[in-house]
């Protein structure tokens, strides 16, 4: 059964049908042809022994007499007889005997074979219906008068020609049955390949749908076919499954796009949310910077009318001292405030023009040398830098890390300021040495956040100078980064800027 | 040899019976005894070739009569006969010294002794029916039905069919058969 397996189902179904009738047809065949071998071999035999029964009586009558009155030569005259016979029938030897058993009168048919005669000899009277079916055929008459059994007369008969004839037959038979096998087998041939598409159909059909269905993901397919048996339940089935996942992949499809909406919806509620939050404390920032301001005029007023009046006393003029110092502080953090936010909005007002950031660090260094006389800077630039920039916000961004560098720097150590082109990036770059930086890095680019120690508090560092760095670096497309030095104690800034195309 | 003896007696025994009857030689005047013996075994034989016609018996299982004329030469062979059946009928033997005394008679045997009187003897059963039988040559040519006679030291017969017909009486065709057929001189 294995090469079966490999074949195709319509192959598959035809060649059961084949196998099938081949067997029946030749189970048939054999059956068929046996038996009628057999039945036309034992007919055969009995319509011989009746035709050659006849026979025997006859020449058994006419020999009665012969037999009374012992007359031999009658007798076999009377056999002589059957060789008009000779070449009609096959008989082999005639022979009258009496009733002892002994020889009265012999024929021997003279054209058959010595050995065939003398077999036929030795041959008795069967009993009745014992028939053997030999190539010999004995066949016995009782020659009776007046009830009283005279002798016998025994026919034997040679069966070669009949069982040639009958076995010729058995062959014409036998092809008769081959050619109507071949004709069956063509006919099954022909029938099968037609009948076999009532099963395989279906299956071929399902099977383009089931192909249509994983290639190109089609759930909309339906195979048409209507049919009664298993197969029909097996296309039912088959839509039935395709139904529920298209149905299935439509609600899946809804509760995608239903979920995209509800998180757009939610995004622009929050974006609202902000943006009114944001205008609320812009608003609240100005509101409190004018009122605070006013409020610092007033007392700065008041304060400058106290000392006058207070005749240099001196008691009064410590606490005069301390006030204007703090009226001072709050002047220049309102100061700060508005800058940074006159910055935030100057980003969507400026715009951006192409220059070089090496000539930018070497003139704002020059500067630099004026207002820090105490500090060392060492400008290390290479050749022209061009980025895409506003001028005033680049260089804020210098003078803000520049300061840094300078307030965190131990005495007596340098401060190095790079301009250069690192992974097709503009890199502007300040380092120092002294205090290591703290744990949490991205905080110190926050907004109001100092990570200076307590006691440089006095100094007016409101921790808004990196907080600006990095929102000037990210107006212009870049972003900024500190770490440690490497080999000594000290930090490095790293800002980086995308070049100019 | 007492084992030897018997199988000589078997031989012998089986040769006496199973082979042919050969005739001892016979005188032309009379045969021997054992040669009637035989005869008579023929006469009986003979009834049961034969058909009489239906007058010539009262009823179906009435006897069948045969009659020796003259001098009976079977002795007891042919009384042996006697009381046998042929078909229904059962033989009867009667011995005649002439004719005119015969009566009821199917088959009658002339013995030779009626020679000299054969003419006379046939004259009076003529036309009757009644098988007539005998030994004396030319017996058919004279006109008598059946003469029995030696050919090569066997018994043989002959027939004169005419007269059996002028009997009214029908042979079967098969003694016909193993018969010399003669006609009346």
């Keep these: ?501 | 040899m007492a084992v030897l003896n018997a199988h000589c007696a078997i031989a012998l025994l089986v040769t006496t019976f199973l082979l042919p009857p050969k005739l001892p030689a016979a005188d032309d005047n009379a045969p021997a005894a054992d040669v009637y013996a035989l005869m008579a075994v023929y006469v009986q034989n003979f009834a049961k070739f034969t058909t009489w016609p239906a007058s010539s018996f009262a009823d179906p299982d009435a006897a069948l009569n045969i009659c020796v004329l003259g001098e009976d030469p079977f002795g007891i062979a042919l009384a042996k006969v006697d009381g046998s059946k042929v078909r229904s009928h059962a033989l009867r033997i009667k011995h005649y010294p002439r004719v005119v005394v015969i009566s009821g008679c199917h088959i009658v045997f002339v013995s030779r002794s009626e020679d000299w009187r054969l003419e006379q003897i046939l004259q009076d059963l003529a036309g009757a029916p009644i098988l007539t039988v005998s030994d004396i040559p030319e017996f058919s040519q004279q006109g008598g039905m059946i003469t029995l006679l030696t050919v090569d030291r066997r018994l043989r017969f002959a027939i004169n069919p005419a007269a059996v017909a002028r009997g009214g009486l029908k042979l079967s065709s098969k003694l016909l058969e193993l018969a010399q057929i003669v006609g009346s001189g």
Aim: proline share 2%; with cysteine.
């Design chain 1, 1 to 501: 059964m294995h090469f079966l397996a490999k074949l195709s189902i319509t192959r598959k179904l035809i060649a059961i049908t084949l196998l099938t009738t081949t067997v029946v047809v030749l189970l048939m065949a054999v059956v068929i042809v046996f038996s009628e071998a057999i039945t036309q071999k034992r007919s055969l035999y009995q319509k011989r022994t009746e035709q050659f029964a006849a026979l025997a009586e006859i020449i058994g009558s006419r020999s009665t007499a012969a037999l009374i009155f012992d007359d031999r030569a009658t007798a076999q005259e009377n056999l002589n007889a059957l060789r008009i016979l000779d070449h009609d029938t096959d008989l082999v030897l005639a022979s009258i005997h009496r009733p002892d058993g002994m020889l009265f009168a012999e024929y021997q048919a003279s054209h058959r074979d010595s050995q065939l005669r003398e077999q036929a000899v030795a041959y008795g009277c069967p009993e009745p219906d014992q028939n053997q079916m030999e190539r010999l055929l004995p066949v016995c008459a009782a020659i009776m008068l007046d009830g009283e059994r005279l002798g016998d007369v025994r026919l034997v008969f040679d069966m070669t020609t009949d069982l040639q004839q009958l076995r010729t037959g058995l062959i014409r038979y036998l092809f008769l049955v081959l050619l109507f096998l071949i004709v069956a087998f063509g006919l099954t041939v022909i029938i099968s390949s037609r009948l076999q598409r009532l099963v395989s159909t279906p299956i071929l059909v399902l099977r383009e749908a089931m192909k249509k269905v994983s290639e190109d993901k089609d759930y909309s397919v339906r195979v048409t076919l209507s049919s009664d048996d298993e197969l029909g339940a097996l296309v039912v089935g088959f839509n039935d499954m395709l139904a529920q996942i298209q149905s299935r992949d439509a609600k899946l499809a809804q509760y995608s796009s239903q979920l995209e909406d509800e998180i757009a919806a939610r995004t622009a509620e929050l974006a609202e949310a902000n943006r009114r939050r944001i205008l609320w404390l812009e608003n609240l920032a100005r509101f409190l910077r004018h009122e605070l301001k006013n409020s610092t005029i007033g007392i700065k007023s008041s304060l400058d009318l106290i000392e006058r009046r207070s005749q240099q006393n001196e008691k009064i003029a410590k606490y005069i001292e301390r006030a204007n110092t703090s009226v001072s502080f709050m002047q220049r953090l309102l100061e700060s405030v508005g800058s940074a936010t006159t910055l935030e909005t100057s980003f969507q007002q400026e715009s951006h023009i192409r220059l070089d950031l090496t000539q930018l660090v070497t003139q704002q260094v020059q500067n630099y040398h004026a207002l820090y006389p105490q500090a060392e800077l060492i400008t290390e630039c290479g050749n022209v830098i061009e980025v895409l920039g506003n001028h005033t916000h680049l260089v804020q961004l210098l003078d803000k890390l520049v300061a840094n560098a300078v307030d965190h720097c131990a005495l007596g150590t340098p401060i190095i300021i790079t301009a250069k082109i690192e992974n097709d990036q503009a890199v502007l770059a300040v380092a120092n040495q002294g205090a290591s930086l703290p744990d949490d890095k991205e905080r110190m680019f926050e907004l109001f956040v100092s990570m200076r120690d307590a006691t440089h508090r006095e100094n007016d560092n409101l921790g808004l100078g990196l907080y600006l760095v990095k929102l000037i670096a990210e107006a212009h497309g870049g972003g900024v980064m500190a770490e440690e030095l490497p080999v000594v104690q000290g930090a490095l800034f790293t800002c980086r800027l995308p070049l100019a195309d």
